[in-house]
């Protein structure tokens, strides 16, 4: 999580085999959970700062580095982490300073060494006048990719990008257009290092959902180069929800499936999507599925070991919906749960079988994560109390062991809000940490 995405991902990286990083879309905190079940977190603290962490799973071991963006700039936007095999922590987070849009990647070397920075434009003259990023990922031989969306100063010509970097964070880099006229909102990893992006193109007059592959493996050494795109029309009697930010998820057999919502242009929303497995073809798609009244937006996806598909919907102000996709694309069930005014950010699988879902209210004065069983039926809910001020926008990792999991996102303590990392075992809270 891959959303840091107002909908999120999980990212499934080489080597692991547990959903791994999450990512909020549109909001400010990323983290990452490696096969060890270590939480490395990356969070725009001020604007002078990002506080970058990390945490084992008994937090016997962790540190804190906070850096600093070029002079006049500020940090602001997404946050993306991840980590290589040797323990080198890698982020990147949009800088603005007034006018202008980049991209800041740090490379904090294993054990909180010195910190390494890149300022990154990915035009070759001129300069974004947005530049959100998707997904960072290290990939074959150890290279560091970053996926962005980005628009010049005409904000006219969105494009998604690919910016391959070596693991040094040397300044060459090599960049690839992923869509000349591409709104991206989601990116992810397979085990293979290859990268799927997702988003919405533009054909013929129509909207289409599209996800396109990219192996980081070319020819046996680090690269950059397309193997696929697939593609899924969205008629013209709909209208796309949100500009159509939504969902990519991954599942363990290498299927990556897309959903957006649109409406019938009336006050009827739809989840939309399709499936493309490893090859590129597509396995189905799904564009008849209404979803509650007031219920509009798809906020986050994950996929189950057996290929099944759950969604956390938002929308109406009484609480929020949870849909299973079965791995063939059928409907199995849409449910509404009532916790009013909150919002879901993130759905995670745990060790258990069961899916569990994070929310927050709209004030950022509470956050909870509730537990269903895989048929959607309810399981217990977690009341996320910090220690002091309150807590929202969280994040929730399962882990290796059943009943386990990690929640990561903002502390408001008088005024300022700050990262916090919690570990739950059963309905406590092992550990927490407020990285004030």
């Given at each position: ?10 990212i ?22 490696d096969s ?15 506080r970058?962490?990390f ?5 016997s ?11 006049d ?10 980590e290589?095999?040797?323990g080198d922590?890698?982020?990147?987070s ?23 920075s ?10 974004p006048?947005?530049?959100?990023p998707?997904?960072l990922?290290?990939?074959?031989g ?53 990268i ?6 533009y ?7 599209s996800v ?6 070319v ?10 795109t ?11 929800i ?6 990519l ?19 009827q ?7 493309v ?8 798609t799904l ?14 996806s ?12 938002s929308?109406?102000?009484s ?27 993130c ?5 258990s079988?069961d ?6 209210d ?10 269903f ?34 929640t ?27 990285l004030e």
């Open positions: 999580m891959t959303k840091l995405c107002k909908t999120l991902t999980f499934v990286a080489a080597s692991l085999t547990t959903f791994a990083q999450a990512r909020f879309k549109g909001t400010y905190t990323g983290a990452f959970m060890s079940y270590n939480m490395m977190t990356a969070t725009a603290v001020t604007t002078s700062d990002l970058i962490s945490h084992n799973s008994t937090n071991t962790k540190w804190v580095a906070d850096v600093s963006p070029p002079t700039w500020s940090f602001t936007g997404n946050q993306c982490v991840t290589d095999s040797s922590v890698y982020a990147v949009m800088i603005y300073d007034g006018a202008e849009q980049r991209f800041e990647i740090f490379e904090i070397p294993s054990g909180n060494g010195t910190p390494v890149l300022t990154y434009n990915p035009y070759s003259s001129g300069y006048g947005s530049a959100t998707l997904g990922f290290v990939g074959y150890g290279d560091v990719y970053l996926v962005g969306a980005i628009n010049d100063s005409t904000f006219d010509n969105p494009q998604t990008i690919i910016g391959q970097f070596p693991g040094s964070l040397a300044s060459t880099t090599t960049t690839s257009t992923v869509g000349t006229i591409l709104l991206g909102d989601d990116a992810v990893m397979d085990g293979s290092y290859n799927y992006v997702s988003g919405i193109d054909f013929s007059g129509h909207d289409q959902m396109s592959q990219w192996a980081t493996n020819s046996g050494s680090p690269g950059l180069s397309n193997n696929w697939g593609t899924s029309e969205i008629s013209t009697t709909y209208s796309l949100s500009g159509g930010s939504g969902c998820t991954l599942d363990s057999s290498g299927n990556s499936a897309y959903f957006v919502s649109a409406d019938n242009l009336s006050s929303a739809y989840a939309m999507g399709f499936q497995n490893s090859s590129g073809t597509t396995n189905w564009t008849d599925f209404p979803l509650g009244t007031g219920y509009t937006t798809i906020s986050s994950v996929a189950d070991s057996s290929g099944n598909i759950y969604l956390a919907v929308g109406s102000s609480g929020y919906e949870t849909s299973k996709i079965t791995s063939a694309g059928a409907k199995s069930y849409l449910d509404a749960w009532s916790v009013a005014g909150h919002v879901p950010s759905i995670a699988m745990d060790e079988g899916y569990l879902v994070a929310a927050s709209a004030a950022g004065a509470d956050a909870i994560v509730q537990r069983h895989a048929n959607g039926s309810f399981v217990i809910t977690y009341d996320h109390a910090p220690d002091s001020g309150s807590a929202s926008t969280y994040l929730v990792f399962g882990t290796g062991t059943a009943g386990d999991f990690y990561f996102g903002s502390n408001t303590i008088s005024g300022t809000a700050y990262p916090g990392i919690y570990y739950w075992t059963g309905d406590t809270i092992s550990w927490g940490e407020v």
